[in-house]
């Protein structure tokens, strides 16, 4: 069974860094044809894409947030870490972690995790 | 920046078609992904590749993508589908979502 969890800290200044780290299980981090990826929501708002990590450790990141966003991954420890500096209100969001799969020409996200709600205020 | 638009909010009466879409330039061109999320749930994944149903989403659920606009189309909707509806393509390494629509079954 595949599942992703999300853990890191619930209430976050501004200004300070968000660290979240993915938990996967049921899958490698060294399978070629997966990927994690880490999106976020506003409450009440769309999805946006943050940043992704494939098996040979090639990352993207959203150009919007490319000086404020890192990703990493620990394939031993089954764990992808995401960073994301200088938090701001707007930052409030959900943070989902996702699994990515590319069974064809495309990758497409096929496992979701429940999600951490991190709310940036003082 | 890529973008993709959906109309906010769909209405739709039990038992009828419901339908979605989502546009963009030369949206054809690209594979398209639908997600379904309930309120205080995660996304599902229920269209990848245009129009193919992963395991375990009913057949009542089909897509189609073509020209500027890809389509969600709901055959028989019933009251569990009532839901927000994402798009979502690739911009070269990117990914992308639409704004998402509201469906409410009346």
């Known amino acids: 069974q595949v599942t992703l969890k999300e853990s890191g800290p619930v209430l976050v200044k501004p200004t300070e860094t968000l660290t979240l780290t993915c938990s996967v299980s049921?899958?490698?981090?060294?399978?070629?044809?997966?990927?994690v990826s880490w999106i976020r929501q506003p409450p009440g708002k769309a999805l946006e894409w943050l940043a992704h990590?494939?098996?040979?450790?090639?990352?993207s990141y959203n150009t919007s947030l490319r000086r404020r966003v890192t990703v990493s991954k620990d394939t031993s420890k089954r764990q992808v870490v995401l960073t994301l500096t200088n938090m701001d209100p707007v930052d409030t969001a959900t943070y989902f972690c996702?699994?990515?799969?590319?069974?064809?020409?495309?990758?497409?996200?096929?496992?979701w995790g429940r999600g951490t709600l991190v709310t940036v205020s003082s | 920046s890529y973008e993709m638009t959906q109309p906010p909010s769909v209405s739709v009466s039990p038992g009828q078609t419901a339908t979605i879409t989502c546009s963009g330039d030369?949206?054809?061109?690209?594979?398209l992904s639908w997600f379904q999320q309930k309120p205080g749930q995660s996304p599902v994944l229920v269209i990848f590749?245009?129009?193919r149903r992963p395991s375990g989403i009913p057949e009542r659920f089909s897509a189609s993508n073509s020209g500027n606009t890809a389509t969600l189309t709901i055959t028989g909707t019933e009251a569990m589908d009532e839901a927000d509806y994402y798009c979502?393509?690739?911009?070269?390494?990117?990914?992308?979502f639409g704004g998402g629509t509201r469906l409410t079954v009346l």
């Open positions: 030369k949206l054809g061109h690209k594979y």
């Open positions: 590749q245009d129009a």
């Open positions: 990590i494939f098996s040979n450790d090639e990352k």
């Open positions: 996702v699994r990515m799969w590319q069974p064809d020409v495309t990758w497409y996200f096929d496992h």
């Open positions: 979502q393509a690739w911009d070269t390494s990117t990914a992308i």
């Open positions: 049921g899958f490698s981090l060294s399978n070629a044809a997966l990927g």
